[in-house]
C-alpha cells in the first residue's frame, strides 16, 4: 500500500493541468432575472496516492489493501478522489453558464486511510490544495465552506476550542469569509455571514455533535454552538432575514440503517428543537457526509411540513468492500427564487465512472432536473413532504427511480424494497422530542 507522503502532497496542486471534457451545452438558454443559483459540492476525499498499476492492491491507500475493482485515470468504486477526477469536476461546472452566485462547500478533503498515514500538517496540506483549487477555478464568487470529520487529525475528533486545524481554515478561507464570521471558525470552527441582500448563511461544526467524537461526550453544548445558533437565528428573525443552514454531518435519521442518526441523539434532539422554532425563516438546509442523494422533510409538531433539508452526493465514488453498490461522482445546482429565497430546483451532473474510465474522457452529464424527474412545483417542504407520500405505494415507480438516484445512476438493476426501502423511506415519531422526519428521499 503506498503511504501518503508530505512530498506527494506538496505536487498534487500543480498549476496549469487541465482534464479534457466532452462537448457540452451551457446549462439553459434563459436566464430569468428572478432565479438564483449556487453550487453545492461535498466530500472531495483527495487522495494523493492513486495511481494505476497492474498491482491493484497499490493502486490507493483508501482501499485499505483490498484490489481495485477497475482503475481508469478518473478512479475506481474502491478508491477516492484522483486529483484528475476532483480537477475535471470543476472544470465542467465552470464551463456551465449561468454562473451561480456563490458556492457551497461541505467538507470533508483527506481521503478515508488509516490514522496513522495521516497528521495534522497532512490535513492542512490536502485542505490547502483542495482550497487553492476551487479557488482557481473559480476567482470571482464566494465560496461558504464547513467543517468535515475527516478534515481533522484524528478523524472525527474536532474540538470545542481554537486549534491548528481551525486557525488553518481561517486563513486558507479568508478570501471568503468577513472578520466576524472568521473569528468564530477559529475558535469553534463555525460561522455565519450575509450571502445575500436578506439572505444569511450558516455554517455550523455538526462535528460536535457527531457520534463517534469522543471529546464532546456528555457536554450540554460543546463550543457554546447551540446557544450561538439560537442567538444567530434570532437575530436573523428580528432582522427578517431568510437563512441557509450549511452542515457536514446531516440532522436527521441515515438513509442505510432503520432508526440511526449521525449526531447523537440528545443533540439531535436540541437542532431539531431549534429548527423547528425557527423554522419560518429558513429556506434551507444542506449537508454531505452520507456520499448519496438524498433529501428529508422536517415536520413540525403536528405533521406539517415545514423545512427541506438536502444532502449532495460525494465527488469521491469510494464504497466499502462489502457495500453491494456505490455512487458515481456528482455534484448539484440549487435554483431559488431572489425575492423570498424559497428553493426552486436541483440540477444534479453527474459521471459515469465506468465509462469515464473506458474512453479516457471525463464525460459529465445532467443526470436529473428535480422537479421534472417527478413533476413538482418546486422543491420546497410541501412539494417533498407529497412526493414522499407516493413513495409508500406499493412497488412505486417514483421510489424506484428516486433510489437510483440515491446511488447517482450506479445501477440501475438494484432494486429497493423490504428492509433497505424501510431504511430509505418511513415516517418517523419517536422519543426525539416527538421529531417526525421523511427520512432520505434521496433526490
Known sequence: MVALSPLLLGLVLFQGIRI???????????????VGRFWHVSDLHLDPTYHVTDVRT??????????ALNPGIFGDYLCDSPYQLILSA??????????????????????????????????????????QTIREYFPDIRVYPALGNHDYWPQ???????NEIYQAAARLWEPWLKPEALDTLREGGFYSQLVQPKLRLVGLNTILYYSPNKVTMNMSDPAGQFQWLQNILETSAQNMEKVIVIGHVPVGYLPYVKNTTAIREVYHERLVKIFRDYCAIISGHFYGHTHRDSIMVLL???????????????????????????????????????????????WQYYMNLTEANEEK???????YKMTEAFRLKDIQPHSLFK???SFEIDQSIEFQKYFQHYMVSYDDGIICDGECKLAQHVSKTTALTNFNLVAALPG
Not at 497499490?58 to 484490489?67: A, E, H, N, R
Not at 472525527?156 to 481554537?162: A, F, I, V
Not at 468492500?321 to 458515481?328: K, L, R, T
Open 58 to 67: 497499490d493502486v490507493c491507500s483508501s482501499s485499505k489493501g483490498f484490489p
Open 156 to 162: 472525527d475528533q474536532l474540538p470545542t476550542s481554537t
Open 90 to 131: 470543476f472544470q465542467h461546472m465552470k464551463t456551465l453558464a449561468p454562473q451561480p452566485e456563490f458556492m457551497i462547500w461541505t467538507g470533508d478533503s483527506p481521503p478515508h486511510v488509516p490514522a496513522g498515514k495521516l497528521s495534522t500538517d497532512l490535513v492542512i496540506q490536502v485542505m490547502r490544495n483542495m482550497t
Open 20 to 34: 479534457k471534457a466532452a462537448p457540452i451545452a451551457p446549462v439553459d438558454s434563459e436566464h430569468l432575472s428572478g
Open 361 to 367: 474522457r471525463a464525460d459529465w452529464k445532467l443526470e
Open 387 to 389: 412526493l414522499a407520500r
Open 300 to 346: 413540525d409538531e403536528l405533521g406539517m411540513p415545514v423545512n427541506s433539508m438536502f444532502v449532495t452526493p460525494a465527488v469521491t465514488p469510494i464504497k466499502s468492500f462489502s457495500e453491494p453498490y456505490s455512487n458515481n461522482p456528482a455534484f448539484r445546482m440549487y435554483l431559488y427564487d431572489r425575492q423570498d429565497y424559497g428553493m426552486l430546483d436541483i
